[in-house]
């Protein structure tokens, strides 16, 4: 056990040197001359040039990423070229608001998506089956920005119901800030209930066709019985587990969604230095996000092996 | 990789074969996916012959008017007529995202075949690649290389096909590896076969099914990233009529109650991606038997 775990780390910070590599060469190599982008196509040349010595563009690029990634395990993720302010504070606070949005939702698509694949799994090649799985199906490839307008329009604009904007303000109170999140929740909602009803469907399924099952069923148990507490325990449980590697999607999701709702997370913050060409605070908002969707898959690996007996022993053998 | 031989596994023949192509034709939700596409298909291609108004025609006396008889979908905050705008603006996501997804399928099915014929270190490095290609969400990775080259057709084309390619070749490795396993290849390679021969000639027509597959499905997500990243302002010309850049040139006025301006060109990229999925689900459903 203990040497898949130390493997698994091995592999993850592999993964994410390859990815800050990746980062450092679409951020600070392809788009050439940082100084040219700060001060515009006007500058003089040596004004240019003497910024692009104080940013240290002019050393060599190994110099250059190692400064910037060992910056970055220090915490130190560089100076934004639109703010002129330390990326870091900016970065942490953005990350908060967005784990708030991000919590509400999976507190909503978790329950829905494994209620939905499960209705599904027992009516498996029914109508209602064909008809939740290719609505989830159709929910997660149309956009965020497709459905978030489609809520807009009738809840914010026709029946005047909800706010269009995500910012309920500073100082508000939590149901008021609850009640801005519910929009800019709903698109995010629709993209991640069908793969996760496909899950619990999937496991569902799985699980009542097993001998287990079959023996409950034939030793006289209600089927009410044989689904709670002999299928659904085994279907369930493995579900959750792939909860956590959909988390890094669910921060793509919500570049879209703060965009749409202008709500100041971290995807706002990424596409606003995006639009700005504020190369730092887009390197290290990207970065971050890769950091957390691997600890989120790493994470996951390391809870799907604890919860199936069968694993664990395997990887230890 | 293991040069054991197995008595091969009795595969569906019917899969590769072309009377699946009727049974695809029999399903209803291939039909009405097929018909949505076409109408887009057509819309992109001769739009601008049947549409009612210009799509680039400005109209300053005429802007933010509601759906009425004149025009249909209303009127933009520059007097465009919203419902040619729809019509003509399926050809910049329809010239793009097949192209892209194209690219991907063509790179990423050679690239497939060679890591899961060859194997080795290659196969190593490129898994890692594609692990970290995929720890962060296909729209970010495409919008930072978009911004450190500068937007344009060609670059968007370029960057979503080669965001794909990892995602295709790593599918395609695994239908591979299934098929190294069987009786034909050691046969292949008796017969003095070249490499590129066997994985060409031999292995791709047997995994066609699966990349056919992938093609479709991919061409789904190329849709929704073209889109997205028309949205987010990283389209090509705002001028030009695409749906994805209409919605970010005017959802800035969906609060002063002009809703007609998104959600139409909104509605037209659900159509278009629920004809895509109804399409490939039945292709999927039938190459599954």
Same mark, same amino acid.
């Given at each position: 056990?203990?040497?898949?775990?130390?493997?698994?780390?091995?592999?993850?910070?592999?993964?994410?040197?390859?990815?800050?590599?990746?980062?450092?060469?679409?951020?600070?190599?392809?788009?050439?001359?940082?100084?040219?982008?700060?001060?515009?196509?006007?500058?003089?040349?040596?004004?240019?040039? %003497?910024?692009?010595?104080?940013?240290?563009?002019?050393?060599?690029?190994?110099?250059?990423?190692?400064?910037?990634?060992?910056?970055?395990?220090?915490?130190?993720?560089?100076?934004?070229?639109?703010?002129?302010?330390?990326?870091?504070?900016?970065? %942490?606070? %953005?990350?908060?608001?967005?784990?708030?949005?991000?919590?509400?939702?999976?507190?909503?698509?978790?329950?829905?998506?494994?209620?939905?694949?499960?209705?599904?799994?027992?009516?498996?090649?029914?109508?209602?089956?064909?008809?939740?799985?290719?609505?989830?199906?159709?929910?997660?490839?149309? =956009?965020?920005?497709?459905?978030?307008?489609?809520?807009?329009?009738?809840?914010?604009?026709?029946?005047?119901?909800?706010?269009?904007?995500?910012?309920?303000?500073?100082?508000?109170?939590?149901?008021?800030?609850?009640?801005?999140?519910?929009?800019?929740?709903? =698109?995010?909602?629709?993209?991640?209930?069908?793969?996760?009803?496909?899950?619990?469907?999937?496991?569902?399924?799985?699980?009542?066709?097993?001998?287990?099952?079959?023996?409950?069923?034939?030793?006289?148990? =209600?089927?009410?019985?044989?689904?709670?507490?002999?299928?659904?325990?085994?279907?369930?449980?493995?579900?959750?587990?792939?909860?956590?590697?959909?988390?890094?999607?669910?921060?793509?999701?919500?570049?879209?969604?703060?965009?749409?709702?202008?709500?100041?997370?971290?995807?706002?913050?990424?596409?606003?230095? %995006?639009?700005?060409?504020?190369?730092?605070?887009?390197?290290?908002?990207?970065?971050?996000?890769?950091?957390?969707?691997?600890?989120?898959?790493?994470?996951?690996?390391?809870?799907?092996?604890?919860?199936?007996?069968?694993?664990?022993?395997?990887?230890?053998? | 990789m293991t040069t054991?031989?197995?008595?091969?596994?009795?595969?569906?023949?019917? &899969?590769?074969?072309?009377?699946?192509?009727?049974?695809?034709?029999?399903?209803?939700?291939?039909?009405?996916?097929?018909?949505?596409?076409?109408?887009?298909?057509?819309? &992109?291609?001769?739009?601008?012959?049947?549409?009612?108004?210009?799509?680039?025609?400005?109209?300053?006396?005429?802007?933010?008017?509601?759906?009425?008889?004149?025009?249909?979908?209303?009127?933009?905050?520059?007097?465009?007529?919203?419902?040619?705008? #729809?019509?003509?603006?399926?050809?910049?996501?329809?010239?793009?995202?097949?192209?892209?997804?194209?690219?991907?399928? #063509?790179?990423?099915?050679a690239l497939g075949l060679a890591l899961g014929y060859l194997g080795g270190a290659v196969d190593a490095i490129v898994g890692r690649l594609v692990?970290?290609?995929?720890?962060?969400?296909?729209?970010?990775?495409?919008?930072?290389?978009?911004?450190?080259?500068?937007?344009?057709?060609?670059?968007?084309?370029?960057?979503?096909?080669?965001?794909?390619?990892?995602?295709?070749a790593r599918?395609v490795r695994s &239908?591979v590896q299934?098929?190294s396993?069987?009786?034909?290849l050691? @046969?292949?390679r008796?017969?003095?076969?070249?490499r590129r021969?066997i994985m060409?000639?031999?292995i791709?027509?047997?995994?066609?099914?699966?990349?056919? !597959?992938?093609?479709? !499905?991919?061409?789904?997500?190329?849709?929704?990233?073209?889109?997205?990243?028309?949205?987010?302002?990283?389209? !090509?010309?705002?001028?030009?009529?695409?749906?994805?850049?209409?919605?970010?040139?005017?959802?800035?006025?969906?609060? @002063?109650?002009?809703?007609?301006?998104?959600?139409?060109?909104?509605?037209?990229?659900?159509?278009?991606?629920?004809?895509?999925?109804?399409?490939?689900?039945?292709?999927?459903?039938?190459?599954?038997?």
């Open positions: 056990m203990t040497l898949y775990i130390l493997r698994r780390l091995g592999l993850a910070v592999i993964t994410l040197l390859v990815l800050s590599v990746i980062i450092f060469l679409a951020g600070q190599v392809v788009p050439g001359d940082p100084g040219r982008a700060i001060l515009g196509p006007f500058a003089s040349q040596s004004a240019v040039a %003497a910024l692009d010595h104080q940013l240290g563009a002019d050393r060599p690029l190994i110099t250059q990423y190692w400064s910037w990634i060992s910056g970055a395990v220090h915490g130190d993720l560089g100076i934004s070229y639109q703010y002129r302010t330390p990326v870091r504070p900016m970065l %942490a606070s %953005a990350l908060v608001n967005s784990a708030k949005l991000a919590l509400f939702a999976l507190i909503l698509i978790i329950p829905l998506g494994i209620l939905g694949g499960v209705i599904a799994a027992l009516n498996a090649g029914r109508p209602v089956d064909r008809m939740i799985s290719l609505t989830g199906l159709s929910a997660a490839t149309v =956009p965020e920005f497709v459905s978030g307008i489609v809520v807009i329009v009738i809840f914010a604009d026709g029946l005047k119901l909800l706010p269009s904007s995500a910012n309920a303000g500073p100082g508000a109170t939590f149901p008021t800030q609850l009640r801005y999140l519910i929009l800019p929740v709903i =698109p995010l909602v629709f993209e991640f209930f069908g793969y996760i009803a496909r899950m619990a469907r999937a496991g569902t399924i799985e699980a009542l066709e097993s001998d287990y099952a079959r023996t409950a069923t034939l030793k006289g148990l =209600p089927r009410r019985t044989v689904i709670f507490r002999h299928v659904l325990r085994n279907s369930l449980l493995p579900t959750i587990a792939v909860v956590a590697t959909q988390i890094g999607y669910l921060i793509g999701g919500l570049v879209v969604v703060e965009t749409l709702f202008t709500y100041h997370g971290v995807g706002l913050l990424i596409y606003n230095a %995006a639009q700005q060409k504020d190369f730092p605070m887009l390197e290290a908002g990207v970065l971050t996000i890769g950091v957390i969707y691997l600890l989120a898959t790493l994470l996951a690996d390391l809870l799907s092996v604890w919860l199936n007996p069968r694993l664990r022993t395997g990887v230890t053998g | 054991e031989i197995m008595v091969a596994p009795v595969t569906d023949a019917a &899969a590769a074969d072309l009377p699946s192509w009727r049974l695809v034709l029999r399903r209803p939700a291939f039909i009405a996916g097929l018909v949505i596409l076409l109408f887009w298909i057509v819309c &992109a291609l001769f739009g601008a012959s049947f549409a009612p108004h210009s799509a680039y025609e400005q109209s300053l006396l005429a802007t933010n008017q509601a759906p009425s008889s004149a025009h249909w979908f209303g009127t933009d905050q520059l007097g465009r007529d919203v419902f040619s705008r #729809v019509l003509v603006g399926a050809r910049s996501i329809l010239l793009v995202a097949p192209l892209a997804t194209l690219l991907g399928t #063509v790179l990423g099915t692990e970290a290609v995929l720890a962060v969400p296909a729209v970010i990775v495409a919008f930072l290389f978009i911004v450190a080259i500068g937007p344009s057709t060609l670059t968007e084309i370029l960057v979503i096909g080669f965001i794909f390619t990892p995602l295709i599918t &239908a299934v098929e396993h069987l009786d034909y050691p @046969a292949a008796l017969l003095g076969e070249s021969r060409f000639a031999e791709l027509p047997n995994v066609m099914p699966t990349v056919l !597959v992938e093609f479709t !499905v991919r061409l789904g997500y190329a849709i929704f990233t073209v889109a997205t990243l028309a949205f987010l302002g990283f389209g !090509v010309d705002p001028s030009t009529p695409s749906w994805g850049s209409d919605i970010y040139a005017n959802y800035g006025v969906i609060g @002063a109650g002009y809703w007609w301006e998104t959600l139409f060109p909104a509605l037209a990229i659900a159509s278009l991606i629920v004809a895509i999925n109804l399409a490939t689900d039945s292709i999927e459903k039938v190459l599954a038997g």
